[in-house]
């Protein structure tokens, strides 16, 4: 539960012991002394535990040359949070994995119209096995990082194009923790617009379609909705 949300909760229980002393004792105590109830039940109940996760997670969010399995990853996003729901690590990559091939085809020229990365941007990038040598760190540094993402299938797929692009084995556990579903099951909702407006979250304070911006977003929909449950 959120802090407001116990707060009310405890104000809810101290009148409802007050009123029951009134009907049966025929008297109230102090203030102070319905609060300190209030204060045991909510502990009893084990409202007022802080969440804690199980393993960190790594939320990522790729740009692609488009959404077909010829597409290549190009921007990637990624937030890295801790078991204390803190987000701990940032990072952001141009990553240089388009040729010629790549250029000419129709969907690379409709997925630029959404991610506004140039050519010349994207071939000013990082080599792929440049961008998995960043990431390889993680794991060490963060025993048990698990990958997390908004659509965290599609984001893993285009994961291991990276490592495959780069000649080298991928790190990261298969095991993912998907926002979309956790939204859909507990919000009824599964879009990250949608998803971000049913937590109350201002989502001017992001940019659209820049993968660490969208990686910010999604890993803080998924704090605040943990916080909640």
Do not use: W
């Not at 091939?101 to 010349?120: C, S, Y």
Request: some cysteine; aromatic content about 6%; charged content about 30%.
């Amino acid at each position: 539960m959120l802090p407001d949300e116990i707060a009310k909760l405890k104000d809810r229980l101290s009148a409802h012991l007050k009123e029951n002393d009134k009907a049966l004792l025929k008297k109230v105590r102090s203030d102070r002394y319905y609060m300190a109830e209030s204060d045991a039940i909510v502990r009893l109940l084990k409202l007022d535990r802080k969440v804690k996760l199980r393993f960190p997670l790594a939320f990522m969010d790729f740009e692609t040359t488009g959404l077909s399995s010829m597409a290549k990853p190009i921007q990637l996003g990624v937030v890295v949070v801790d078991r204390d729901l803190t987000k701990k690590e940032f990072l952001k990559f141009i990553i240089k994995s388009i040729g010629l091939l790549d250029v000419l085809r129709p969907e690379f020229r409709q997925a630029q119209t959404i991610h506004k990365l140039e050519i010349k941007t994207i071939m000013r990038g990082l080599r792929p096995i440049d961008v998995t040598r960043h990431l390889d760190l993680l794991p060490g540094k963060y025993p048990g990082l698990l990958v997390a993402g908004q659509n965290a299938g599609f984001d893993f797929r285009q994961l291991k194009k990276l490592y495959d692009l780069a000649v080298q084995p991928c790190l990261f556990d298969y095991h993912l923790v998907d926002l979309t579903g956790l939204a859909a099951v507990h919000l009824g909702v599964k879009s990250l617009g949608e998803i971000a407006k049913a937590l109350d979250l201002d989502t001017s304070r992001y940019t659209k379609h820049d993968a660490l911006s969208d990686a910010h977003l999604t890993a803080d929909c998924f704090i605040e909705l943990m916080r909640r449950l």
